[in-house]
């Protein structure tokens, strides 16, 4: 699979081309949300985003490592980490990709007022339909 990178402005051109607004409002838009789930994560909140998964913080507490070198302890202070669990229906749509092929889906994508049609049926019929199984993230 090739290494490819999406960048704030690849998100912000992709809604300039699906929904039809400006280059300028779909950047302010993609930076808005950003930073809404930015703001979500430094509250403690945990930030769910349906059919595609779950940011949340998690307290670390002190532990001892050991340096692999030399084998002599090192105390691991606490610290918070930033852990991402993704949704079934992500995994689903992840795993349905063959090996060594891309799937484009912001170019299949429909866009509706219904916001749980996001991706065509070609995509993945199950994006289309989270309530096929537990709504939760697994």
């Known amino acids: 699979m090739t290494e490819k990178t999406v960048t704030r402005s690849d998100l912000a051109e ?11 409002e779909s950047a302010k838009i993609v930076e808005s949300v950003l930073l809404l789930i930015g703001d979500g994560l430094v ?3 945990t930030v769910k985003l349906s059919s595609f998964g779950s940011f949340s913080v998690k307290q670390k507490t002190q532990r001892i490592g050991r340096n692999p070198k030399t084998g002599e302890e090192v105390p691991i202070l606490p610290r918070k980490v930033l852990t991402f669990r993704a949704s079934h229906v992500l995994k689903s749509l992840v795993n349905s990709i ?15 007022d219904n916001s749980k049609t996001v991706f ?9 339909n989270p309530s096929s199984g537990d709504n939760s993230e697994s």
């Open 14 to 24: 992709a809604v300039y081309r699906e929904i039809g607004l400006s280059r300028n």
């Open 43 to 45: 509250n403690g909140e």
């Open 98 to 112: 063959p090996e060594g092929s891309e799937k484009d889906l912001i170019n299949q994508s429909q866009i509706s």
């Open 120 to 128: 065509s049926k070609e995509t993945s019929a199950s994006w289309n």
